[in-house]
Antibody, heavy 120, light 107 residues
């Protein structure tokens, strides 16, 4: 059974940093692009970026809205996905999901999400 | 960016009715549209991929159609478990985007 479990959220001050983690299980982690998607309360999801699979060299792509502030990485020995968020702003307040991208850019599995609140 | 416009924003229905939800893209995206259901306090769940392809484990009451700029998610004989928010998402552009959603509520 595919499982994705995020952790690391909470309250952070504006300008601060936070790292989110996502533990993956139930599938061959290195075969898949892994994504971060966020969703402010009451709003639509926003794709943040992905890290490619082994066959594509684990390179990354980002939404311009977070490029330069957010970094996606993975530890393939531990089946872990990470999101490093720097210079956080109030508008970064949201529930953050990790999601597996199936063939063709469809998000077929999502984690349960973790809340990040940016506030003083 | 490709903008997806969903309509209506809210749809009030009675169980047993059949409904259609619309998603319109700001440019032609072939059939690169996918539909998700999000129940309250849950993560989104994939319902339909590539406009009309079924997803394993999803009831056949859900179906999709369309190509180019206009897409439709149809729900046959709405059941109580279907009252949720539905989002469309495009993968035609490398900057993936979602629509604002349609809330299906009980009339």
């Amino acid at each position: 059974e595919v499982k994705l479990l995020e952790s690391g959220g909470g309250l952070v001050q504006p300008g601060g940093s936070m790292r989110l983690s996502c533990a993956a299980s139930g599938f061959t982690f290195t075969d898949f692009y892994m994504n971060w998607i966020r969703q402010p309360a009451g709003k639509a999801p926003e794709w943040l970026g992905f890290i490619r699979n082994k066959a594509n060299g684990y390179t990354t792509e980002y939404n311009p809205s977070v490029k330069g502030r957010f970094t996606i990485s993975r530890d393939n020995t531990q089946n872990m996905l990470y999101l490093q968020m720097n210079t956080l702003r109030g508008e970064d307040t949201a529930t953050y999901y990790c999601a597996r991208r199936a063939l063709g850019a469809v998000f077929d599995y999502w984690g349960q999400g973790v809340m990040v609140t940016v506030s003083s | 960016n490709i903008v997806l416009t969903q309509s209506p924003a809210t749809l009030s229905v009675t169980p047993g009715e059949s409904v259609s939800l619309s998603c319109r893209a700001s440019q032609s995206i072939s059939t690169s549209i996918h539909w998700y259901q999000q129940k309250s306090n849950e993560s989104p769940r994939l319902l339909i991929k590539y406009a009309s392809q079924s997803v394993s484990g999803i009831t056949s009451r859900f179906s999709g159609s369309g190509s180019g700029t206009d897409f439709t998610l149809s729900i046959n004989r709405v059941e109580s478990e279907d009252f949720s928010i539905y989002y469309c998402q495009q993968s035609y552009s490398s900057l993936y985007t979602f629509g604002a959603g349609t809330k299906l509520e009980l009339k």
